[in-house]
């Protein structure tokens, strides 16, 4: 019996077109019966490659702890329609098999030609209005595309697939489905490995959206920036399985780095003008040759490391690190010397070396900036740098005799002959000096036109030793003008130290006094105000109240000012 009415208020849906309220109706709907398949759809997850790792814990607690039947029934107009009738006289069920499907349902009927159950005629078979869910077509797709259920060739030779790649965001929708469908149809994992990436969004973290109007046409920007700028900034930015949050602006990165590339080939192939390739020998490098390929080969094993384990974000840095770090910023430099300072035949020899280096980097390159190291490499005289590797015989630097389209080219090899770390000790040494001097210059606010006058104390026995040896590339890549090796520290300069040296800019007639002192002054007053303003700041509330690591966030600045301080009173004391 009827107790009470009691009015309730509550929120009615609303379309967001028309503005109706939306009425939820019950109807019958088709399921997939998968909650009894736990284990398998665990145990085959198992046999998958992962990457990044944790997204298989991700798909192992969906199915442990949410995974429910599926419901694929959906009431839209256009999909694929349930191969299932209805009789209206005895209402029996009819689920057609294969041969009975139309093979175009757009322009054929199905071949029913009556009730299995009452006789009647396929004039009273009623088809299920519903369609296929989505992901119920698309779980299929690892092998129906292969000719499955039929037995091919296609089917044995490329099922089960190498790789998925996809977004995490569908991983349960479509991932998962296609795991369980190769499970039950096949009895195997549809993919070798899956890969994970994440989502392009906006930089507030939003997802591109029409709606908004903050999307970005990727046409739009590869007419403006150019596609490998397009692929080697998403490369560089593409995380395992993080989100990508990128405006146009960002692309700028990648291709400053194309326009690297393509001034750097056209400045070494300048180079060639008047030269001769001529077969280069392990035998014929020198030390800063041979500590480029060892930062070649380093570099090989981190971008094949990074493709072969799906981290192209590291593959990306790392192609960054070295050609326009370590191969232009360093290398190019300094071989500047041998064509200053060097002989035809020396000419000869850092040009030879400069080409081998460069194809050999392309190559590494191509498969981040295609278009941009293809044009390059169409360029370079192939032919007469594989005639002369092939003069240099078994002792040549690069044995590829490679001369067609770099796309279909052999990938650089890892070469553990390269590897030379007495030559990488020796030469990191000099860099931590040149970096120093490079510092303190720009501490000191000297402009790289101005050549310093430095007195280097270098520790007996130290790596640093052979900053001895090699003064003219410090010259250069420090924009020093005279170099003293003294036994102490010098008075009236401004010193800098690192492993196995001190380094001391003179305060001569190349570096103006007075602005030096008035710079520093100024910058000391600057940092002892920032360290009064902490003081006070850790002496208040703040300290109590605000959060430990904040705290400490804070008492790292003041350490870093006081430092800083400690320093500028000591270069104004040398002064």
């Avoid at 370590?326 to 064509?339: P, Q």
Wanted: charged content about 30%; glycine content about 6%.
């Amino acid at each position: 019996y009827l107790v009470k009415v009691e009015e309730l208020e509550h929120e009615v849906q609303v379309h967001e077109r028309c503005g109706k309220e939306v009425e939820y109706s019950v109807m019958k709907q088709w399921f997939i019966d998968i909650m009894n398949y736990k284990k398998d759809f665990l145990k085959i997850g198992e046999e998958i490659n992962w990457y990044p790792k944790h997204m298989q814990a991700r798909y192992n607690e969906w199915v442990e702890n949410i995974m429910w039947d599926w419901c694929i029934s959906r009431q839209r107009y256009f999909g694929v329609a349930f191969p299932v009738w209805y009789c209206k006289d005895c209402g029996e069920v009819i689920l057609a098999d294969r041969e009975q499907l139309p093979v175009n349902p757009l322009v054929d009927k199905p071949n029913i030609t009556k009730c299995p159950k009452c006789g009647c005629d396929a004039s009273k078979l009623q088809q299920d209005p519903d369609v296929l869910d989505t992901w119920f077509s698309s779980w299929l797709w690892p092998f129906s595309t292969l000719g499955w259920p039929e037995k091919t060739p296609d089917l044995d030779r490329f099922y089960p697939t190498t790789a998925l790649v996809t977004g995490f965001d569908i991983i349960f929708f479509w991932v998962a489905r296609m795991i369980m469908a190769g499970l039950e149809f096949t009895g195997k994992a549809p993919f070798h490995d899956i890969y994970m990436h994440g989502l392009v969004r906006d930089k507030q973290g939003r997802k591109m959206s029409k709606s908004l109007g903050h999307g970005i046409d990727p046409l739009e920007v590869i007419e403006e920036f150019g596609s490998d700028a397009v692929k080697y900034t998403l490369s560089y930015m593409c995380a395992g399985g993080q989100d990508v949050l990128i405006d146009k602006d960002s692309f700028k990165l990648g291709s400053r780095f194309a326009n690297k590339i393509w001034n750097a080939s056209r400045y070494l192939l300048g180079n060639l003008e008047g030269r001769n390739l001529v077969p280069v020998k392990k035998s014929d490098l020198t030390e800063l040759d041979k500590w480029i390929y060892g930062r070649l080969d380093n570099a090989v094993r981190s971008v094949r490391s990074a493709l072969e384990s799906y981290r192209y974000n590291d593959g990306a840095s790392a192609l960054y690190e070295f050609f326009w770090t370590e191969f232009c910023d360093w290398y190019v430099e300094a071989t500047k010397l041998s064509f200053w300072n060097g002989d035809d035949a020396e000419k000869d020899r850092a040009a030879s070396v400069l080409l081998n280096l460069l194809e050999e980097s392309l190559r590494l390159l191509h498969p981040y900036l295609p278009f941009v190291t293809e044009e390059i490499y169409q360029k370079l005289p192939l032919a007469e740098l594989v005639a002369s590797r092939k003069a240099a015989g078994e002792e040549s630097i690069c044995s590829c005799d490679y001369t067609g389209m770099l796309i279909a080219g052999p990938y650089p090899e890892i070469d553990d002959s390269r590897v030379d770390t007495k030559v990488a000790d020796r030469f990191e040494a000099l860099q931590e000096l040149i970096r120093s001097v490079r510092a303190l210059r720009a501490e000191c606010g000297i402009g790289p036109e101005v050549k310093l006058n430095v007195a280097l104390v270098i520790t007996k026995g130290s790596s640093a030793e052979v900053c001895k040896e090699k003064t003219d590339i410090i010259k250069l890549l420090a924009g020093i003008g005279e170099i003293d090796f003294v036994d102490t520290k010098v008075d009236g300069a401004i010193g800098t130290v690192g492993n196995g040296f001190e380094a001391f800019i003179k305060i001569d007639g190349s570096v103006n006094v007075e602005q030096l002192k008035t710079r520093f002054t100024k910058e000391l007053t600057t940092e002892k105000a920032f360290i009064a303003k902490v003081d006070a700041k850790l002496a208040g509330k703040f300290a109590q109240n605000a959060p430990k690591e904040v705290v400490e966030a804070e008492k790292e600045k003041r350490a870093n000012a006081a430092r800083r301080v400690e320093k500028l009173e000591s270069y104004l004391q040398n002064l």
